[in-house]
C-alpha cells in the first residue's frame, strides 16, 4: 500500500523554524523526485522546493530561497524540508509530493506542476506563522 505522510507542522512566530518530515512506503523512495508544496487560504497550491532521486540538485521559490533547505534520506524513506526564519506569508498547508519519473529537475517550480507534475500527494501539514 503506498502512502506518503507529513508531520511537524505547527504554530511559530515570525523568525521562528520548523522542521517538516514526509514518510514514504510502498513505492522505490529512491527512484523518485520529490517536493514540498503549499497552499495559502484562497490561493491555489505552489511549489515550493524540489529534489532530485539522488538529493544532490535541489531547487527553490524565490520567495523561500536562502531560508528552506529541503532534503532526504532514501535509506529512511524520508524527505525534509527545514524552514528557517519563517514569515506570516509562509503560513498555510505543506504537502509532501512525488514527481512522475520524467518530470525536470525544477518540476515542482512550474506553471501547473500541482496539477501536471504530480504522482502521489501526502494529507498535508499545516504551518501557522504568527507576528
Known amino acids: 500500500q503506498v502512502r506518503v505522510v507529513e508531520s511537524g507542522g505547527g504554530s511559530v512566530q515570525a523568525g521562528g523554524s520548523l522542521r517538516l518530515s514526509c514518510t514514504v512506503s510502498?513505492?522505490?523512495?529512491?527512484?523518485?523526485?520529490m517536493g514540498w508544496f503549499r497552499q495559502a487560504p484562497g490561493q491555489e497550491r505552489e511549489g515550493v522546493s524540489c529534489?532530485?532521486?539522488?538529493?544532490?540538485?535541489?531547487y527553490y521559490s524565490d520567495s523561500v530561497k536562502g531560508r528552506f533547505t529541503i532534503s532526504r534520506d532514501n535509506a529512511k524513506n524520508t524527505l525534509y524540508l527545514q524552514m528557517n526564519s519563517l514569515k506570516l506569508e509562509d503560513t498555510g498547508v505543506y504537502y509532501c509530493?512525488?514527481?512522475?519519473?520524467?518530470?525536470?529537475?525544477?518540476?515542482?517550480?512550474?506553471?501547473?506542476?500541482?496539477?501536471?507534475?504530480?504522482?502521489?500527494w501526502g494529507q498535508g501539514t499545516q504551518v501557522t506563522v504568527s507576528s
Open positions: 529534489i532530485a532521486p539522488s538529493g544532490f540538485s535541489t
Open positions: 510502498g513505492f522505490t523512495f529512491g527512484d523518485y523526485t
Open positions: 509530493a512525488s514527481g512522475f519519473l520524467g518530470n525536470g529537475g525544477a518540476w515542482c517550480l512550474s506553471p501547473g506542476a500541482s496539477k501536471n507534475k504530480v504522482d502521489l
